[in-house]
């Protein structure tokens, strides 16, 4: 069998309980490998082992590939349906994998437009699932990002950006796909380059932490030569890490220039990251983030963070 046999799908799509109608493959030194027969499901155990290889990819048979895509709308619809009776937790796997693959495709090819379009449309779902379902947030912020990916991260801040705006009163006033879409991409440097984003920052040397802190920039130069990311999207990735007080970074904006959605996204960030990469619990980083960003995000983002992460009971 040879690579033109064989088309690649994402790993991250391969999640939840329905069976499959078709083959999926491991590639190992050059050699395509049946992984999980027609009939199976990527749940349990299988799914852990996978995660634990770090593998992005996997494959099915060309042949296959129309019955891939028959299986992502069926676990798709399953998943954001209610009444199919899936447990919240299930459910918010599929659909975390959903929206991180999503966010990968486009990362890794930023001028194609029909990407951009999918993450928006689905960014707007997928809020809509934050806001709705009870236990959603929770659900989602549980899923281990197990291998550091920025994408996951990415995934996490979106939702936890979308869930603030709700809890500021800002979710009727401002796109929240462009939100999610904000927060899935904000760290798309990271994704495509860096070796460093997963340290602590206090274990970066000197030379990784300058490098570390154009990142912001060069994802923005990568958006803005596409010439069709919105504005919003555009400024969250410019300014997830600058702060009210001008000490943040790249360029040390202050709150008049900072864009209101780019701010949420910051918060959002300072937030997971502690989560995701210093592996604190939420509780924990709840109170380093009101220690070490008081005057550096809005006071009634900190706020607002707090008891939001009450009221989904995340902080247990």
């Known amino acids: 069998m040879q690579d033109s046999d064989f088309t690649p799908i994402r790993v991250t799509n391969l999640r939840g309980d329905l069976p499959i109608s078709f083959d999926v493959y491991m590639r ?3 050699k395509y490998i049946l992984y999980c027969r027609q009939g199976d499901s990527f749940e349990g155990q299988r799914l852990e082992r996978l995660k634990g290889k770090k593998l992005r990819f996997m494959y099915v048979k060309n042949e296959s590939a129309n019955a891939f895509r028959d299986y992502m709308h069926k676990n798709l619809e399953a998943a954001y349906g209610s009444a199919e009776g899936k447990p919240i937790e299930l459910r918010a796997e599929i659909l975390q994998g959903a929206m991180q693959a ?32 009870e236990g959603a947030l929770k659900a989602l912020l549980q899923i281990p990002n197990s291998d550091l990916s920025p994408s996951h ?22 796109p929240l796909n462009l939100l999610m879409a904000g ?32 990142h912001p920039h060069r994802g923005l130069q990568n958006l803005e030569a596409a010439g069709f ?27 008049k220039e900072l864009d209101p959605l780019g701010m949420i996204v910051a918060t ?38 707090q008891h939001m992460l009450k009221k989904h009971d995340i902080l247990t």
Request: net charge negative; hydrophobic share 40%; charged share 25%.
């Open 102 to 133: 999503a966010g990968e495709d486009l990362m890794e090819d930023p001028g194609n437009k029909s990407l951009y379009e999918v993450v928006k449309s689905g960014g707007q779902r997928f809020a809509q699932f934050v806001h709705q379902e």
């Open 183 to 214: 927060g899935v991409l904000h760290d798309m440097d990271h994704y495509l380059h860096s070796n460093v984003f997963a340290k602590p920052l206090q274990e970066l040397a000197p030379q990784e932490m300058s490098q570390y802190k154009l």
């Open 28 to 30: 190992v030194a050059g």
């Open 153 to 174: 991260h990415g995934t996490n801040v979106g939702s936890l950006a979308v869930a603030l705006a709700k809890e500021l009163g800002l979710a009727d006033k401002i």
């Open 229 to 255: 990311y919105d504005k919003s999207v555009l400024a969250a990735v410019a300014q997830h890490h600058e702060c009210l007080d001008g000490s943040g970074f790249p360029a040390r904006l202050k709150e």
């Open 268 to 305: 959002a960030n300072s937030f997971d990251r502690l989560i995701s990469f210093e592996r604190l619990e939420p509780k924990e980083a709840l109170k380093k983030i009101l220690i070490e960003k008081l005057g550096q995000h809005p006071l009634e983002h900190l706020q607002a963070l």
